[in-house]
């Protein structure tokens, strides 16, 4: 029984990743085409699946196998700390850094009134100067309104709250694939049509007071999130 085209093609593309490294230029869909004998959407749906899984990535007008995934620890470590630990160098771009009223369902996460203003930082993620993330962290002004005199937002912000006596003890989080907005798209150096994981977060401390909500995308073609289970 002969086996389907796309079968085929995706297979014949794995074959010749095995082959290259990270940088190597990706042949082009026609060559592609007239290797396997298949028509140049066949190629084209094949590809697409790579540049989602984030194995090759769209460099100017070519495309070029990509450096391995960025892996983030499904813990209370910082972004910074799980860069670091797979020998990337992280960073951070200031978006947004302001005091806003936000929306019941974040404020009682808070515990503030929902008419209370909260601080707002929102940063894109870094990984050797390549746009990962889009993070939006919401702090209780009560607790954090120090932070704009003793913090440097280009830094770790989980290292600052930390240095000023509060101790994560929790977090809540959830995690799904969405499809960026314009804006967002933008951000993260991205299409709107390529999907991004979501992932949103409520701390706490150690005394089970509320540290921050976090609103986070990662590029599902950049970033891989691991966690060990215990029973």
Do not use: C
Request: charged share 25%; aromatic share 6%; net charge negative.
């Amino acid at each position: 029984m002969s086996l389907p085209k796309p079968y085929l093609v995706r297979t014949g593309l794995d074959d010749i990743l095995a082959t290259l490294h990270e940088g190597d230029p990706f042949p082009p869909e026609r060559e592609l085409a007239l290797r396997f004998g298949v028509a140049r959407e066949t190629v084209r749906q094949a590809v697409h699946e790579l540049l989602v899984e984030g194995r090759i990535e769209r460099r100017g007008r070519g495309t070029v196998v990509s450096r391995p995934k960025l892996v983030q620890p499904l813990s209370l470590k910082s972004y910074t700390e799980g860069a670091q630990q797979m020998g990337r160098s992280p960073g951070r771009l200031v978006v947004t850094w302001e005091d806003v009223t936000v929306d019941p369902d974040i404020a009682a996460a808070l515990g503030v009134r929902s008419s209370a203003r909260v601080m707002h930082l929102e940063r894109v993620l870094l990984a050797d100067g390549a746009h990962i993330g889009l993070e939006s962290t919401y702090l209780p002004l009560h607790r954090f309104g120090d932070l704009r005199q003793r913090f440097d937002p280009t830094t770790s912000l989980y290292s600052a709250i930390r240095a000023g006596g509060v101790e994560f003890g929790s977090a809540t989080e959830r995690i799904e694939t969405v499809l960026p907005s314009p804006r967002e798209a933008g951000l993260l150096e991205t299409t709107t049509a390529m999907p991004v994981l979501l992932l949103n977060r409520v701390s706490l401390d150690v005394d089970g007071a509320p540290i921050e909500v976090v609103r986070a995308l990662y590029r599902g073609d950049r970033v891989a999130f691991e966690a060990t289970l215990t029973e």
